[in-house]
């Protein structure tokens, strides 16, 4: 027996973990208008959550400004509504066609609140993967005490597990400073 199905299981958890947080980077508010801020808004439609993107045309003419064009005029109210409830701070249109969502300039106040929430949302990755880490160490001890694996392979695995972790905290970092220019450029 050897590491490799551990580390091979363990993989996919850890990139399901970093594309979570770069999901969530991206509905976290830059200086500009994107359609990641909303597209994910659930909205009941016929007794359905929806999202909105299934929904709805969603863009952006200009850096303040968000427009949502649903596909079933019918169910502009119910957009309309979900927007509301979703409390994003932007001012919401409805003009009978389309949906307007007017974003405000974002303060220094307001970016540096930004800054420390896409902090805390990597922080929490962190915890995830360390978890993840943790349970597959617990593994490889648990094999190598039934003579499946050698004293050897425990010390490897825990060398390559700590490089697995590092290059995924390595992503994280990247992710944070990326979105942290973002959100400093005015």
Not at 9 to 23: A, H, I, Y
Not at 87 to 94: A, P, S
Not at 150 to 177: F, H, M, V
């Amino acid at each position: 027996m050897s590491l490799q199905p551990i580390l091979n299981k363990l993989r996919p958890k850890m990139d399901e973990v970093s594309q979570k947080l770069t999901e969530d980077l991206r509905t976290v508010r830059t200086g500009k208008a994107s359609a990641s801020f909303v597209e994910n808004i659930p909205v009941s439609y016929y007794g359905t959550q929806t999202p909105l993107k299934n929904m709805a045309q969603i863009s952006t003419p200009d850096a303040f400004l968000i427009v949502i064009q649903p596909w079933d005029v019918n169910a502009l109210g119910d957009v309309e509504s979900s927007l509301r409830n979703a409390d994003l701070g932007f001012g919401v249109t409805n003009d009978g066609r389309v949906i307007r969502l007017s974003l405000p300039p974002l303060t220094q106040e307001r970016r540096e609140e930004f800054i420390k929430l896409i902090h805390q949302k990597a922080e929490s990755a962190r915890v995830v993967l360390r978890g993840l880490r943790e349970e597959s160490w617990r593994e490889i001890q648990k094999e190598e005490k039934e003579g499946v694996l050698t004293e050897d392979d425990k010390y490897q695995g825990e060398k390559d597990l700590n490089k697995l972790i590092e290059q995924e905290n390595d992503r994280i970092k990247l992710a944070i400073e990326e979105k942290e220019r973002e959100l400093k450029t005015v």
